[in-house]
C-alpha cells in the first residue's frame, strides 16, 4: 500500500469513528434528559411526601410496638391471678368444712369424757386447716371491735350496744376470708348502730 493511501485510509477512519460516537453521545443525552426531567420544586414535593409517609410509618411501628408490650403485660398479669388464684374454687368449698367444725365445737357442751376428746380432736382438725390455710395465703377475717368495712364485710343487721361507737363490729357470724389480697368470702357481722 503507498502512503498516500494509508494518510487518506487515516483521515477517514477517525471522521466515521467521531461521527458514530457523536451520534451515539447526541441520542444518549435525549432520551435522558426525556425521562428524568424534574423540576426543584417537584423533587421537593416528592421529597415532604417521602418524609411524610416515613413519619406513618414509624408512628404505626411505635403504635404496633407499643401494643404488643401492652399485651404481654396483660398476658403476664393473667398469668400470675391465674396462678395465686387457682385454688379459689376449692379453697371456698374448704370454708364450709371448716364452718362445720366450728359449730360443732360450739355445739359441743358437757363435761363426759366423749365430748372432751371430741372437742380436742375438733381443736386440732381446725389447727390443722389454719395452717393449711397461712401456706396457701389464706387470710382468716375476724374484725369484731373493728370498724365496719363494706368492702370486707356483710353486715347482717345493726343493734343498739351500750358504750359501742356507731359501725362498730359488735358480733362476728362467720368470719371472712382473703387469698391472696382478694376477697374469698365476706365476715357476716352485726354492727352497732348510734343510740337514739
Same mark, same amino acid.
Given at each position: 500500500?503507498?502512503?498516500?493511501?494509508?494518510?487518506? +485510509?487515516?483521515?477517514?477512519?477517525?471522521?466515521?469513528?467521531? =461521527?458514530?460516537?457523536?451520534? =451515539?453521545? $447526541?441520542?444518549?443525552? /435525549?432520551? $435522558?434528559?426525556?425521562? /428524568?426531567?424534574?423540576?426543584?420544586?417537584?423533587?421537593?414535593?416528592?421529597?415532604?411526601?417521602? @418524609?411524610? @409517609?416515613?413519619? $406513618?410509618?414509624?408512628? @404505626? #411501628?411505635?403504635?404496633?410496638?407499643? $401494643?404488643?408490650?401492652?399485651? !404481654?403485660?396483660?398476658?403476664?398479669?393473667?398469668? %400470675?391471678?391465674?396462678?395465686?388464684?387457682?385454688?379459689?374454687?376449692? #379453697? !371456698?368449698?374448704?370454708?364450709?368444712?371448716?364452718?362445720?367444725?366450728?359449730?360443732?365445737?360450739?355445739?359441743? &357442751?358437757?363435761?363426759?369424757?366423749?365430748?372432751?376428746?371430741?372437742? +380436742?380432736? =375438733?381443736?386440732? &382438725?381446725? !389447727?390443722?386447716? +389454719?395452717?393449711?390455710?397461712? !401456706?396457701?395465703?389464706?387470710? &382468716?377475717?375476724?374484725?369484731?371491735? =373493728?370498724?365496719?368495712?363494706? %368492702?370486707?364485710?356483710?353486715?347482717?343487721?345493726?343493734? #343498739?350496744?351500750?358504750?359501742?361507737?356507731?359501725?362498730?363490729?359488735?358480733?362476728?357470724?362467720?368470719?371472712?376470708?382473703?387469698?391472696?389480697?382478694?376477697?374469698?368470702?365476706?365476715?357476716?357481722?352485726?354492727?352497732?348502730?348510734?343510740?337514739?
Amino acid at each position: 500500500m503507498s502512503t498516500e493511501q494509508e494518510t487518506v +485510509e487515516a483521515q477517514i477512519e477517525p471522521e466515521a469513528v467521531q =461521527s458514530d460516537a457523536t451520534v =451515539s453521545n $447526541e441520542e444518549q443525552p /435525549h432520551t $435522558e434528559v426525556a425521562e /428524568h426531567e424534574y423540576t426543584i420544586d417537584e423533587l421537593k414535593q416528592e421529597l415532604a411526601e417521602t @418524609k411524610h @409517609k416515613a413519619q $406513618e410509618n414509624w408512628d @404505626k #411501628a411505635l403504635r404496633v410496638h407499643a $401494643e404488643m408490650e401492652n399485651l !404481654k403485660k396483660r398476658m403476664q398479669k393473667d398469668l %400470675e391471678d391465674t396462678h395465686k388464684f387457682a385454688i379459689t374454687n376449692f #379453697a !371456698k368449698e374448704l370454708l364450709t368444712v371448716m364452718d362445720s367444725l366450728v359449730l360443732g365445737l360450739q355445739a359441743a &357442751t358437757g363435761d363426759s369424757e366423749d365430748v372432751k376428746k371430741f372437742r +380436742e380432736g =375438733s381443736e386440732l &382438725t381446725i !389447727k390443722q386447716f +389454719e395452717a393449711v390455710f397461712n !401456706k396457701f395465703n389464706i387470710v &382468716t377475717l375476724d374484725p369484731l371491735g =373493728s370498724p365496719f368495712n363494706a %368492702e370486707q364485710h356483710q353486715a347482717v343487721m345493726m343493734q #343498739a350496744v351500750q358504750g359501742v361507737e356507731a359501725n362498730t363490729v359488735v358480733n362476728v357470724l362467720q368470719k371472712g376470708y382473703m387469698l391472696n389480697g382478694r376477697l374469698l368470702r365476706p365476715a357476716m357481722v352485726i354492727v352497732a348502730k348510734a343510740a337514739d
